[in-house]
């Protein structure tokens, strides 16, 4: 069936130090893949989203990898900061017949530690 | 721009009582859905519109009704509302997907069925 697997569910790291949040999905017609910050109570934000014809993409400490052959795609963050602490969240699209819908992951908890 | 509407930000009600949870979007887009956010289990699909008058299930569309009478609102309706069905809701707002659009989400409505 369609699904996106998310790893780790909670990740604590050094501030300064980098994240790695790791996703695979199963529908191979999937093109689409967003990544999501919720910081507590807030709403889901866009952070960073990759399209299936391009395997790497940065905007500034955040960066986001994608392998189609094993369908599987990672968001890094470098230089960690306490304002990354919150859940993100990884998504792909599943094409349908009138168009596609987002599958999301479970999340990940993201703690920076001072 | 409001971006995405939600209301009401709170709700209480009763087993067996209904309710309608109200979504309007001021940026004439096409797509919009409904997720339910539970903990531990990341955002999950229940309906999604491609435009007025069409409507699709999601992961779990058990227990709510959607419409689509124009482009602007897409309301969710429980028609008798169970505890498992106490939840945070987000409504969520793009161009159609097969754009690879982000998706822009509203505040939530924060549900608890007694």
């Known amino acids: 069936g369609e699904n996106v697997e998310q790893h780790p569910s909670t990740l604590s790291v050094q501030e300064g130090d980098s994240a790695v949040i790791k996703c695979t999905y199963s529908d191979s017609a999937s093109n689409y893949f967003p990544w999501y910050k919720q910081e507590l109570g807030k709403r889901p934000q866009l952070i960073i989203d990759?399209?299936?014809?391009?395997g790497e993409k940065k905007d500034q400490r955040i960066a986001v990898t994608l392998n189609k052959t094993a369908k599987h795609f990672s968001l890094h963050i470098t230089e960690t900061q306490p304002e990354d602490s919150a859940v993100y969240f990884c998504a792909a699209s599943i094409p349908q017949n009138r168009d596609d819908k987002i599958i999301f992951g479970k999340g990940t908890r993201l703690h920076i530690l001072p | 721009n409001a971006g995405v509407t939600q209301t009401p930000k709170f709700q209480v009600l009763k087993t067996g009582q209904s309710m309608t949870l109200q979504c309007a979007q001021d940026?004439?887009?096409?797509?919009m859905s409904w997720y339910r956010q539970d903990p531990g289990m990341g955002l999950r699909l229940i309906h999604y519109?491609?435009?007025?008058?069409?409507?699709d299930q999601g992961e779990v569309p058990n227990g709510y009704n959607v419409s689509r009478s124009t482009t602007e609102d897409f309301p969710l309706r429980l028609l008798s509302a169970a505890p498992s069905q106490t939840s945070v809701y987000f409504c969520?707002?793009?161009?159609?997907?097969?754009?690879?659009?982000?998706?822009?989400f509203g505040d939530g409505t924060r549900l608890s069925i007694l």
């Open positions: 940026m004439n887009h096409e797509y």
């Open positions: 519109s491609v435009g007025a008058g069409i409507t």
């Open positions: 990759i399209r299936s014809n391009v």
């Open positions: 969520a707002s793009s161009p159609l997907l097969g754009y690879n659009q982000p998706q822009h």
